[in-house]
């Protein structure tokens, strides 16, 4: 079993920036690929970024240049460094890891980008 805990969400005027983190409870090198996604009201939950065992990152291509996914492994921690924020990019995102053959989920943190 896994948990994965997300924080750093919060309210951003557009052009800003926030960082998110997720806190699981078994060490990071453990995990298969871990990643982040999103869902604004409305829509549909949709990737944002991934990175694999060997550290291979991957992002959204609306998201490339301006996100940064990363890991922290004396932590147990995945990052995304979200700049120049876009009000669409408004949602609750979530965290989410693979381990023993199954994917798990955060509850998510809160991202709100003002125009």
């Known amino acids: 079993q896994v948990q994965l805990v997300e924080s750093g969400g919060g309210l951003v005027q557009a052009g800003g920036s926030l960082r998110l983190s997720c806190v699981a409870s078994?060490?990071?090198?453990?995990?298969?690929?871990m990643g982040w996604y999103r869902q604004a009201p409305g829509k549909q939950r949709e990737l944002v970024a991934t990175v694999t065992e060997i550290g291979t990152t991957n992002y959204a291509d609306s998201v490339k240049d301006r996100f940064t996914i990363s890991r922290d492994i004396a932590k147990n921690a995945v990052s995304l460094q979200m700049n120049s924020l876009k009000p669409e990019e408004t949602g609750v995102y979530y965290c989410?890891?693979?381990?023993?053959?199954?994917?798990?989920w955060g509850q998510g943190t809160q991202v709100t980008v003002s125009s």
């Open positions: 989410t890891g693979g381990f023993g053959g199954r994917d798990y």
């Open positions: 078994i060490t990071i090198l453990r995990m298969n690929a």
